[in-house]
């Protein structure tokens, strides 16, 4: 997770001192209506803190839902009876995302991690992941994320589950990156186990990393 201290509002006597530069709009913000909202939550100096302890990202997750049509005042978690038949534009924008242009905002991750969840409380986790594990690509980091943050304890479904944990194996084997292979071995380890290039991966990134280490060694090497 995002190592970032709490993302304070700039006091008029700080922009002054240090000015920003910024992406041209054009060019990022109006590319997708995930990525504008992230630009602005950044340029007023919103949270962007998953659990932030002194606010929660409250005015961050509101401004998720006016994207997604509900009033500022709207409670933020929605009843299961009253969840959406289609997706709705916070849904479609994540959907369609450019991860290149995500990766250029402040705080993408964190931004990602929050909205991810709110599309689960809302029932839209599924709609997103369908049209990303299609993809020919995904970030480590997000493959990442969703794997440890929602894919590990079953969300949104154990067919999309299965599918994402296939494609982090195939990552995993072919970057060796040592998060990733973590959260595998937490989440899956006989899939690791089961899969030699996989297997070959986490082997390595013991070598490395201690706490990859630590965890073969708990699970009995994957095995």
């Known amino acids: 997770m995002s190592t970032n201290p709490h993302h304070r509002r700039n006091h008029p006597e700080d922009i002054e001192s240090a000015p920003r530069i910024r992406a041209a709009e054009t060019l990022f913000s109006r ?37 997604d049509g509900l009033s500022p005042d709207a409670p933020l978690t929605t009843p299961i009876a009253l969840l959406p038949e289609a997706p709705g534009p916070l849904a479609v924008a994540l959907a369609t995302v450019d991860f290149g ?11 990602l991690d929050i909205a991810l969840f709110y599309v ?22 997000v493959l ?52 030699p290039r996989a297997f070959r991966a986490a082997m390595e990134a013991a070598n490395h990393s201690a706490c990859v280490r630590a965890i073969v060694g708990r699970l009995g090497e994957c095995a």
Do not use: K
């Open 31 to 67: 590319a997708n209506q995930f990525i504008a909202a992230v630009w602005n939550a950044s340029d007023v100096g919103m949270c962007m803190t998953p659990g932030c302890s002194e606010c929660g990202a409250l005015e961050f997750r509101r401004a998720l839902a006016t994207l």
């Open 101 to 111: 242009l995500l990766r250029l905002t402040p705080r993408w991750y964190d931004a």
């Open 120 to 141: 689960r409380d809302h029932g839209e986790l599924r709609f997103v992941l369908d049209e990303w594990v299609r993809r020919d690509a995904v970030p480590t980091r």
């Open 144 to 195: 990442d994320l969703v794997l440890f943050r929602h894919v590990r304890y079953g969300f949104p479904d154990a067919r999309l589950a299965d599918l994402w944990i296939d494609v982090c194996l195939d990552a995993a084997a072919s970057t060796g990156d040592e998060c990733l292979v973590e959260s595998l071995i937490l989440t899956c380890p006989e899939r690791v186990g089961a899969d």
